[in-house]
Every structure is written in structure tokens, then in C-alpha cells.
């Protein structure tokens, strides 16, 4: 109680904190982030999933940011201090944003950027600009100020944003599957295990919560981890074996441009995921006999 008392009566309104290097940077992010959303939207490819999800990363980075920026500059991270480690919680949450904007950079100049499609190029530099943004921050956060990530900017949790990264990759390339009932098998093996993730992320990052629960979160975590496991050791070889059956690389496909590119890259990430998931078995299992993995 008298820790919820200091925490209200230091949380003031300080809208000097945007003027600091870390609101400047944030700014700058919220900004880049918006305009690049709002110039890729006038290209109107609306059936298309991997420009639907660029313009998710950009949309929900922004409006990340934007809620960190807002709440730092009211005071209110000192209460949010007493139920979870802010620094962890924004430096993650950098990281996260890191990945997310370079990676849809990569993917949005890949099948949209071309020689004579300037508007195309304007949205990749501005897409760099806001990756870059990001990466700056993660930077200054672990470099610079020396940030110790508790859990979301730490390596547990990262992981565990890195395997509902490559999930949502999975996700935007999957096609070709309408007339082969066996892959519906493999999606709902790459199903099952994303929405748990956030709240196995969510659960680590609110301590109180954690504490609350009856039971062990490592213990249902190592469960979770097996099944996920079991699931896409199924999807690793039912995939390419019922997807590339009679279907090989056709002479025209230019790099990753064709859908048999597009299909390949839904197998190369399943085996990524399941390495992703079977490394962190191993330190989850090797955690709950006593073996602690160091911070990032």
C-alpha cells in the first residue's frame, strides 16, 4: 500500500520527457511508423497477406510506442512499476519492434519495389528509416544505458517473441493448401501453439499474476514447449511431403517472387520454429533443474 501511495504521488504529468533523447527517438518512431502506414495503404493491395501484414507491423509498433510515450510522460510507468520491470518491459518491446519493422522491410521491398514503382521505393526508405528507429533505440537501451532485461528483453522472453515471429511468417505465406486436406493438419498445428505464446509472455511479465497462479509457469511452459514440439515435428515432414509431391521449382520462378517460392518459405520456416521450439525444451527442462540462462 504505501508503495502504491509513492507510486501516485510521483506519477505527474511531464511533457519535458519528449524532449529527452528517449521521447525524441520515440517520436521519431511514431511518426516514421504512421507515415509509412498511411503511404502504403493508397496502393490499395488489400488481397494481398503480406501487404496486410506490413501494414499491421507498422499500425501496432506505432501504437505501441505511442501508448509507452504517453503513459512515461503522465508518470503512471511508476505505478505500472509495482506490477511489472518497466525498463525490461520497453526494451523488449524495442527489440520486438526492431525485428518486426526490418523484417517486413525485407519482405515489403521484395514483392513491391521495383524499378519504375517509385511510390513503392519511397515506402521501402521510409520503411529502413523506421527499422533503423527502433534498432537505435535497442541500441541505446543495451549498449549505451546498460539495460538488464528481467524477461522480455532478456533471452526467455525474446525467444519466445522470435517464435511468434516466425508463426505469423508462417501465417502470411501459406497458399496453395485448398485442395490438399493433410495441410489443414499442418495449420492447425502452427494454430495451436501461437495464441498461447503472448500469454506465456504475459503471464512472466506482470509478476503479481505470476505469483497468483496454482500452478508452476516453467512446468506448463515445458509442457507447452513438448506439445509444440510434437506438433511441428508433424508439420516438418507432412508439408513438403504432401506440398512438393509432383510439384517441383518451375523454370520461371524468379527467387522468391513465385508462389512455389512462397510455399517453400511456409517449410524453411517450420524448421526454424521447430528449432526455435526444441532449443527452448532443452533450457526450459534444464531451468527447472536449476540451470539459469544468462541475460542479453
Not at 501487404?51 to 505511442?66: D, E, K, Q, R
Not at 525485407?106 to 519504375?116: E, G, L, T
Not at 515432414?237 to 527467387?255: E, S, T, Y
Request: glycine fraction near 6%; charge should be positive.
Amino acid at each position: 500500500m504505501n508503495a502504491l501511495k509513492d507510486g501516485l504521488s510521483n506519477a505527474v504529468f511531464s511533457p519535458s520527457s519528449l524532449l529527452s533523447g528517449r521521447g525524441a527517438l520515440h517520436m521519431s518512431q511514431i511518426a516514421l511508423g504512421l507515415v509509412t502506414f498511411a503511404m502504403a495503404i493508397f496502393q490499395g493491395e488489400f488481397q494481398h497477406t503480406f501487404w496486410n501484414y506490413s501494414l499491421f507491423a507498422w499500425a501496432f509498433c506505432s501504437i505501441v510506442t505511442l501508448g509507452i510515450t504517453i503513459i512515461e510522460m503522465f508518470g503512471l510507468h511508476l505505478l505500472l512499476k509495482l506490477c511489472l520491470d518497466w525498463d525490461d518491459f520497453t526494451t523488449g518491446m524495442a527489440m520486438s519492434s526492431a525485428l518486426m519493422t526490418l523484417s517486413v522491410l525485407v519482405m515489403y521491398a521484395n514483392f513491391y519495389a521495383c524499378r519504375r514503382c517509385f511510390f513503392s521505393w519511397v515506402v521501402s526508405i521510409l520503411a529502413g528509416l523506421c527499422g533503423a528507429a527502433y534498432a537505435l533505440e535497442v541500441v541505446k537501451d543495451k549498449l549505451l544505458d546498460r539495460k538488464q532485461g528481467s524477461y522480455l528483453a532478456a533471452l526467455p522472453g525474446f525467444w519466445k517473441v522470435l517464435e511468434a515471429f516466425v508463426s505469423c511468417v508462417i501465417f502470411v505465406c501459406l497458399t496453395g493448401y485448398h485442395d490438399k486436406p493433410l495441410l489443414y493438419l499442418c495449420i492447425v498445428a502452427y494454430a495451436v501453439p501461437f495464441p498461447i505464446i503472448p500469454l506465456i509472455i504475459a503471464t512472466n511479465i506482470f509478476k503479481k499474476l505470476k505469483k497468483c497462479l496454482p500452478f508452476s509457469i516453467d512446468r506448463f511452459v515445458f509442457i507447452f514447449l513438448l506439445i509444440s514440439v510434437a506438433l511441428y515435428a508433424g508439420a516438418a515432414i507432412v508439408w513438403p511431403v504432401v506440398m512438393f509431391r509432383n510439384n517441383p521449382k518451375p523454370n520461371d520462378c524468379p527467387g522468391s517472387f513465385c508462389v512455389w517460392a512462397i510455399q517453400f518459405m511456409v517449410v524453411f520456416m517450420t524448421y526454424v520454429n521447430l528449432i526455435l521450439f526444441t532449443v527452448d525444451l532443452v533450457f526450459t527442462l534444464l531451468g527447472i533443474c536449476g540451470f539459469k540462462r544468462e541475460s542479453l
